[in-house]
């Protein structure tokens, strides 16, 4: 997936096949709130707190979507100093990007 004028970091993306494979992350988008969390979270890292009160999403809600979209390797955990807890979890997007290909990878959506 690289072209000789402009080279490609192809860790930058999550190439999925459009096949039973890519259901998962299609799903975990398709849940109502996903993308507001990943909205939000474009912008800064924030705790699952911080993403709860800036979404209106109950801090349940957001917890399982944050754990969902890890999974799907579109959200990645970060730490940040915290006063009297020492480090608290903060959950960022992993700069990648969703790209949905054939089987054989010849056609890319």
Known sequence: MECA???????KFLI???????RTVT???????????????????????EISLKTGLPFVDVEDKIMALM????VERKSRP???EG????YGPSNRFVVFSSEDNNTVV
């Open 27 to 49: 799903e975990v988008l398709s849940k109502e709130g996903s993308f507001k969390i990943l909205e939000v979270i474009s912008e800064d890292p924030l705790s699952v707190r």
């Open 16 to 22: 999925l096949p459009i096949a039973e494979g890519s």
């Open 87 to 90: 480090e608290e979890d903060i």
């Open 82 to 84: 915290s006063g009297l």
């Open 71 to 74: 999974e799907s390797d579109l």
């Open 5 to 11: 004028a402009n080279p490609v970091n192809i860790d």
